[in-house]
């Protein structure tokens, strides 16, 4: 049973450009989150998904970054025009539905974005 | 002040040592709680949930004190291997999907 995947491992852009970032949930998994890990700093949530629908964004900033889980396909975190201050792990993690009774998230290998 | 606060460490202990890590939070309506473990520059694993009745799991024994706010993670007979950053993890009220997480305390196991 695969596990979370992310892809790419690792991203480079310059100032400006746009960075994609994509993860699929574990098999059966369908609540997706998305989270930011500055050097030596904890995890910080940015956004909870579900199958085409947003549920909550209250972590993401409110310029230049949108996430998205499309009926079909992986979940993708984009950043437009990307700044130094971007550069950062960004972690996926997946969890099973609600009513399984638990609530446990298992998180992908991350993209660790860096930024020139 | 931080949802969730631990104390950043590093814990440089003996192999064999016993070793515990408290984790403070500040919703008292948090309704669960986790351990993860990281290790450098890889995703955080799930250690265990941190169940009201307190639950043991091998070498490690996790408790929840609601009255004080605050969750702990006992390591017994520590192995080099247990070297890792210990991550507490909380939600916030009832909202069982919005994970905050502490910064993390660093556990060094020396031989």
């Known amino acids: 049973n695969a596990g979370v995947m992310q892809n790419p491992r690792h991203l480079v852009r310059r100032r400006g450009q746009e960075a994609r970032l994509r993860c699929s949930p574990m098999?059966?998994?369908?609540?997706v989150y998305w989270y930011r890990q500055l050097p030596e700093e904890g995890l910080k949530f940015m956004v909870y998904?579900?199958?085409?629908?947003?549920?909550?964004e209250s972590g993401m900033p409110k310029e230049r970054f949108s996430a998205e889980f499309p009926k079909e396909g992986p979940s993708i975190l984009r950043i437009q025009q990307v700044v130094r201050g971007d550069s950062a792990a960004y972690f996926c993690?997946?969890?099973?539905?609600?009513?399984?009774?638990?609530?446990?998230?298992?998180f992908g290998p991350g993209t660790r974005l860096t930024v020139t | 002040r931080k949802e969730v606060e631990q104390d950043p460490g590093p814990f440089n202990v003996p192999e064999g040592a016993t070793v515990a890590f408290n984790c403070t939070y500040s919703?008292?309506?948090?309704?669960?709680f986790f351990w993860y473990r990281q290790d450098c520059r890889k995703e955080p694993k799930l250690l265990m949930s941190?169940?009201?009745s307190g639950n043991e799991d091998g070498r490690f024994t996790a408790q929840l004190n609601r009255a004080s706010q605050y969750i702990s993670l006992l390591i017994r007979d520590s192995k080099l291997s247990d070297s890792a950053t210990y991550l507490c993890?909380?939600?916030?009220?009832?909202?069982?999907?919005?994970?905050?997480f502490g910064s993390g305390t660093k556990l060094n196991v020396k031989p």
């Open positions: 098999k059966g998994h369908s609540h």
């Open positions: 919703n008292s309506a948090s309704q669960s």
């Open positions: 993890v909380v939600t916030p009220g009832d909202n069982f999907n919005k994970f905050y």
């Open positions: 993690a997946s969890s099973p539905p609600e009513g399984g009774g638990s609530y446990e998230q298992y």
């Open positions: 941190v169940y009201s």
């Open positions: 998904l579900q199958k085409e629908n947003i549920i909550d």
